[in-house]
């Protein structure tokens, strides 16, 4: 579909002519019905997408990566909220790790792509963003931010297999409010949830350090602060 194409733009109000319909296919073999003018259509590698499934396929690994995994359901925003919060957070989290390093350790930073695990004990689809720090021994701390397919809406915050908190993005919220917000109150309300979920980070680091000197104190037992969090996803 060309320029001369008179299909119109999916994009309420727009009334360009032209638009190239979205390429994504989800693991269902379907594809997404909108079309995009120049002016609203993503290109990734030499694909059009809409924004919404441009923000899944940017958040994914490459299809060159051992972990590409079939995209998601068409109405699923999982994957790309995972990304867009990673993205948001990936200074922070390095800086949280970075307190955790122990110069004398040998230990490196390593942050994981968006990857699909199964979790829980009916091992639900879900996306997740991981953070660790490892050692020639193996992995010494590891954050994630996880978000299921059959909760999308939700972020949760990981510290290990622990979950540590389980937050909605304001925004998201905000969308099923009748007044809009100013722009100003939108950012202030996106800065303080990301500052949420780092306090949550840090949280369960505490938690994990505290277990660990209960440990090295010569206790047999689980210490009685130290909550058990889901079990771990595993990697399809």
Request: aromatic content about 6%.
């Amino acid at each position: 579909m060309d320029a001369d194409s008179t299909v119109s733009c999916t994009r309420h109000g727009c009334t360009n002519a032209g638009a190239v319909p979205c390429e994504y296919i989800d693991r269902r073999s379907r594809q997404c019905r909108t079309a995009w003018c120049a002016q609203h259509r993503v290109t990734v590698e030499g694909h059009t997408y809409c924004r919404r499934h441009a923000g899944v396929v940017t958040s994914l690994p490459t299809a060159e990566s051992s972990l590409v995994a079939p995209l998601p359901d068409l109405d699923n925003r999982a994957p790309s909220l995972v990304g867009w919060m990673a993205r948001e957070l990936d200074q922070g989290i390095w800086g949280i790790l970075l307190r955790e390093l122990d110069t004398d350790s040998g230990a490196q930073l390593v942050a994981d792509p968006v990857t699909l695990v199964f979790s829980g004990v009916d091992r639900r689809r879900a996306w997740e963003r991981a953070w660790k720090l490892v050692t020639h021994t193996g992995i010494v701390q590891r954050v994630s931010i996880q978000v299921a397919e059959y909760a999308d809406t939700e972020v949760v915050v990981k510290v290990g297999d622990n979950v540590v908190d389980r937050l909605t993005p304001p925004w998201i919220t905000q969308r099923n409010r009748a007044n809009p917000i100013s722009a100003e109150a939108d950012h202030q309300q996106r800065d303080d949830f990301n500052t949420r979920v780092l306090e949550a980070f840090e949280r369960g680091l505490a938690r994990e350090r505290e277990l660990a000197a209960y440990i090295a104190q010569g206790h047999t037992t689980e210490h009685p602060l130290h909550v058990a969090g889901e079990s771990g996803a595993s990697r399809p």
